[in-house]
T-cell receptor, first 117, second 111 residues
Framework: NAGVTQTPKFRVLKTGQSMTLLCAQD?????MYWYRQDPGMGLRLIHY???????AKGEVPDGYNVSRLKKQNFLLGLESAAPSQTSVYFC????????????????FGSGTRLTVV | LAKTTQPISMDSYEGQEVNITCSHN???????ITWYQQFPSQGPRFIIQ???TKVTNEVASLFIPADRKSSTLSLPRVSLSDTAVYYC????????????FGTGTRLKVLA
């Protein structure tokens, strides 16, 4: 059981280049999220998805796009990378949220360290 | 979204019990309290969640008073490997699905 897998683990981009970060989960989770974490700071939500084909903006969505074409995958795209997007990116997934005793915790991937020069 | 407030950092010695308190004054009736642990260069890891009173698992205990405006994560007999950042998060069971992490509490365990 792999959980949440992020690829790539490291990447260096030049300003203006584009790239896509892939997140894959094998737990049949409905919800998926992309966060970024800058040095000494907490996690900031970029975009999230509550189901296949749906996405929504988080706290810091500018400069990023996402897609959830398949339930198990959540893609984060940078169309024109900027040095301010140098960060560690974490993907997470969780069960759907409802009443009762469901587990509300996130499962996180191990992160993608992105440097934009 | 319920805002949470935690201490920025704490130091402790090996073998001691560590208590980290989080305040969440505007927590709603349907909200749960969850805690995460993050080691350097890793994603956060879910530790524990609770609604009221006390919850205990193999890693930690979570104490929640009757008014639910605060919660305390208790780590028994910490070791050097418990050095990490601990995040308190209030999770709603309806409506909003985007969960905001604060800056967490940086716990340093000393030998």
């Amino acid at each position: 059981n792999a959980g949440v897998t992020q690829t790539p683990k490291f990447r260096v981009l030049k300003t203006g280049q584009s790239m896509t970060l892939l997140c894959a989960q094998d737990m049949n989770h409905e919800y998926m999220y992309w966060y970024r974490q800058d040095p000494g700071m907490g996690l900031r939500l970029i975009h999230y998805s509550v189901g296949e084909g749906t996405t929504a903006k988080g706290e810091v969505p500018d400069g990023y796009n996402v897609s959830r074409l398949k339930k198990q995958n959540f893609l984060l795209g940078l169309e024109s990378a900027a040095p301010s997007q140098t960060s560690v990116y974490f993907c997470a997934s969780s069960y759907s949220i409802g009443t009762g005793e469901e587990y509300y915790g996130y499962t996180f991937g191990s992160g993608t360290r992105l440097t934009v020069v | 979204l319920a805002k949470t407030t935690q201490p920025i950092s704490m130091d402790s010695y090996e073998g001691q019990e560590v208590n980290i308190t989080c305040s969440h004054n505007n927590i709603a009736t349907n909200d749960y309290i969850t805690w995460y642990q993050q080691f350097p260069s890793q994603g956060p890891r879910f530790i524990i969640q609770g609604y009221k009173t006390k919850v205990t698992n193999e890693v930690a205990s979570l104490f929640i008073p009757a008014d639910r405006k605060s919660s305390t994560l208790s780590l028994p007999r910490v070791s050097l490997s418990d050095t990490a950042v601990y995040y308190c998060l209030v999770v709603t069971t309806s409506g909003t699905y985007k969960y905001i992490f604060g800056t967490g509490t940086r716990l340093k365990v000393l030998a």
